[in-house]
Structure formats: structure tokens, C-alpha cells
Antibody, heavy 114, light 107 residues
Framework: QLVQSGAEVRKPGESLKISCQAS????????IGWVRQLPGKGLEWMGI????????RYSSSFQGQVTISADRSIDTAYLHWSSLKAADTAMYYC?????????WGQGTLVTVSS | DIQMTQSPSSLSASVGDRVTITCRAS??????LAWYQQTPGKVPKLLIS???TLQSGVPSRFSGSGSGTDFTLTISSLQPEDVATYYC?????????FGQGTKVDLK
């Protein structure tokens, strides 16, 4: 099971880190990823991380725009923005791949507005 | 990056119709493909993994096939509760790219 942090409202230029906590054993040994869904649009893969060694891969669309990290001590993955834009307003999902099956978090709505 | 192209982008069908959605990868991905169903305001629901493995609890009218670059999701007899947007997703240790989605509604 993946439990994401709650909805956030921020102003343009502000930073933000949202979280995704996994339950069950083996946090370090399964890839976790983040997906963006803009209002009324499709699913966009942002990046993935392997917590065991923090190997991280980004979609070319999101490279340099966000940072994905993980804290193995608390079984939690993070998605971080250093400077938000209005265009970052979206629902963000985390998901984990375990033995070929994807498990999804409930989503975190991020609203960026002045 | 490997690109995933779904077709059609939308379709209308009648209850009981057979519905087929295709997904094409820009390079071979073996059978590393998942299919999802999403209704508005809901978390995507995993229907099929490994191109053809039906997930527990998913009705048997859903099936998946294909390998390499060409994949298909089939609904053998469309039901009203199947109205949704469907996505394919390629996955490996490099990327988890989605198709652009196929919106299915009732005629």
C-alpha cells in the first residue's frame, strides 16, 4: 500500500516536496515512480527511483524540473520542486512495481496559484 | 525514449460490442506492458500486466495480447461500467512510459 501526503496549495516560485510512504516489507528492493496528470489530460511518467541504491531515472520531459528521492529509514519516496510554476498544477501519483504488478497511491493534488 | 502510441484516441460502441484498443511501442519491449482503466476522479486501475496477465478481480471480458512492439486490449462484450479511459504503459528499469489514452463511451 502507498499513502501519499495531502493536497497542497502554493504560489509560483515556491518550493514543495510531496511524499509517498510504502507499507509492507522490501521498500528498498522495488522501483517507485511518479506520474503527473494535468486536469483533464492523460498520464505522464515523470521518473523512477530504486531506493536500495537511489538509482534514479527521469523522463526527458521532467529532467531538471523535479527531483525524486527516497528515505529507506522511513520507507518513503519524495517528489520535490525547487520553484513551482502555475503549469505544475496537477494530480501527482506515486506507484510501485512489485513482481510485475503496479500498486498506486491515492494521489496528491498540487495547486499553484498566485 | 521509447514512445507508446495508442489507437484510436476515442471510440463509441454499443453494449455487447467487442472493443479493441491497440498500443504500439517505438522499439521492442518484450511483454513489459500494462493496461489501465481510469474513470474521472479515480486512481487508475490496473487491468493487465505482462501484456496478458489479467489481474485478480478484473472481469474475464478483458484480455490482453501481444509482444515486441504491438499490443492489444480487448473487451469482448462492452458493458456500461466499462465507459472509461484506457492507458497502456511500458515498463522496465529505464522508463515507465504511458500511451496517450483511449476514451471509450457508449453509442
Amino acid at each position: 500500500q502507498l499513502v501519499q501526503s495531502g493536497a497542497e496549495v502554493r504560489k509560483p516560485g515556491e518550493s514543495l516536496k510531496i511524499s509517498c510512504q510504502a507499507s509492507g516489507p522490501g521498500f528498498s528492493n522495488y522501483w517507485i515512480g511518479w506520474v503527473r496528470q494535468l486536469p483533464g489530460k492523460g498520464l505522464e511518467w515523470m521518473g523512477i527511483i530504486y531506493p536500495s541504491d537511489s538509482d534514479t531515472r527521469y523522463s526527458s520531459s521532467f529532467q531538471g524540473q523535479v527531483t525524486i528521492s527516497a528515505d529507506r529509514s522511513i520507507d518513503t519516496a519524495y517528489l520535490h520542486w525547487s520553484s513551482l510554476k502555475a503549469a505544475d498544477t496537477a494530480m501527482y501519483y506515486c506507484l510501485r512495481l512489485v513482481f510485475g504488478v503496479f500498486y498506486w497511491g491515492q494521489g496528491t493534488l498540487v495547486t499553484v496559484s498566485s | 525514449d521509447i514512445q507508446m502510441t495508442q489507437s484510436p484516441s476515442s471510440l463509441s460502441a454499443s453494449v455487447g460490442d467487442r472493443v479493441t484498443i491497440t498500443c504500439r511501442a517505438s522499439r521492442a519491449i518484450h511483454t513489459n506492458l500494462a493496461w489501465y482503466q481510469q474513470t474521472p476522479g479515480k486512481v487508475p486501475k490496473l487491468l493487465i500486466s505482462a501484456a496478458s496477465t489479467l489481474q485478480s478481480g478484473v472481469p474475464s471480458r478483458f484480455s490482453g495480447s501481444g509482444s515486441g512492439t504491438d499490443f492489444t486490449l480487448t473487451i469482448s462484450s462492452l458493458q456500461p461500467e466499462d465507459v472509461a479511459t484506457y492507458y497502456c504503459q511500458k515498463y522496465d528499469s529505464v522508463s515507465w512510459t504511458f500511451g496517450q489514452g483511449t476514451k471509450v463511451d457508449l453509442k
